[in-house]
């Protein structure tokens, strides 16, 4: 993907957003922070705008009204982003780019970043989560392996840019998004090459 001729995202009528996305636990938080750091975007988290609109966590929404609900609260945020025209950065739960009907609207909000890591790394990354209510089973890698063997080719068709993210620093992580987004004709601050700084540092 890093070798062919860019276009600028207007000439693809794409959206002005950067959109993350990943299989749970890929770093789109911690990176997507980071991103928000340097690019001087706002970032948003689509579960966390559906926990406030809800007034619940994640976990209780899928334990009281249902995945089916959750996901169609997906697909109505994913709505809302298509309208949002301040650029920002929107990092999307790792289930939303499987729905057939939310492929499109991913492709056209914005340039699509895709964190690709193995299952052993999400797994070795959460390990003891309780968050997350679909790896609350007898065996989570097993069910982390199945997901991603059905989801990756979902993450593909959406991507514009694929980074894997397995084994690296954070800091190059972002360093490779942004020269990818600087071939694709975005404007990026040269210092924001530099290492991260000390008030980014979150983790996912
Ligand atoms: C999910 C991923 C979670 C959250 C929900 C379902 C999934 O988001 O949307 O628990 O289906 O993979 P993160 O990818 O931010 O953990």
Same mark, same amino acid.
């Given at each position: 993907m890093s070798n062919t001729k860019h276009k600028k995202n207007s000439e693809y009528g794409k959206g002005p957003h950067l959109v993350l996305i990943g299989f749970m636990g890929s770093g789109k938080t911690s990176i997507g922070r980071s991103l928000s750091y340097k690019l001087k975007r706002a970032f948003y988290d689509t579960d966390k705008m559906i926990e406030e609109s809800e007034g619940i966590t994640v976990s209780e929404i899928f334990a009281t009204k249902g995945e089916k609900y959750f996901r169609e609260h997906e697909t109505q945020t994913l709505r809302e982003i298509r309208e949002d025209r301040i650029p920002r950065i929107y990092s999307l739960g790792g289930?939303? *780019?499987? /729905?057939l009907q939310n492929q499109p609207l991913i492709k056209t909000i914005g340039t699509v970043v895709y964190l690709r890591l193995s299952p052993e790394d999400v797994w070795e990354r959460l390990k003891g989560d309780t968050t997350r209510p679909l790896l609350q089973c007898d065996d989570p890698l097993a069910k982390i392996k199945s997901l991603m063997k059905l989801r990756a080719p979902a993450y593909e068709r959406c991507a514009d840019i694929i980074i894997d993210?397995?084994?690296?620093d954070r800091d190059d992580v972002v360093a490779e998004i942004l020269s990818e987004l600087e071939k694709r004709g975005w404007k990026i601050p *040269?210092? /924001?090459?530099?290492a991260a700084s000390k008030n980014d540092n979150t983790e996912n």
């Open positions: 289930g939303t *780019p499987v /729905s993210n397995g084994g690296k *040269p210092e /924001s090459y530099l």
